[in-house]
């Protein structure tokens, strides 16, 4: 069996990771309260912390 190498599927991967370095990195900019990420201190949060340390 001939293994062909398919470069477009190689341009394929690189325009996917530059899109996502480009969108990690604009997310900064995203001014709505739904983009921020907060966890609560449960109890279930506060025994993670107790047994990490």
């Given at each position: 069996?001939d293994k062909?190498?398919?470069?477009d599927?190689?341009w394929?991967?690189?325009?996917?990771?530059l899109?996502?370095?480009?969108?990690?990195?604009l997310?900064?900019?995203i001014?709505e309260p739904?983009?921020?990420?907060?966890i609560?201190?449960?109890e279930?949060?506060?025994?993670?912390?107790?047994i990490?340390i």
């Open positions: 069996m062909v190498r398919r470069y599927l190689d394929l991967r690189v325009f996917g990771v899109l996502v370095i480009i969108f990690h990195s997310m900064i900019f001014l739904w983009a921020v990420v907060y609560k201190d449960t279930y949060v506060h025994s993670f912390k107790v990490s």
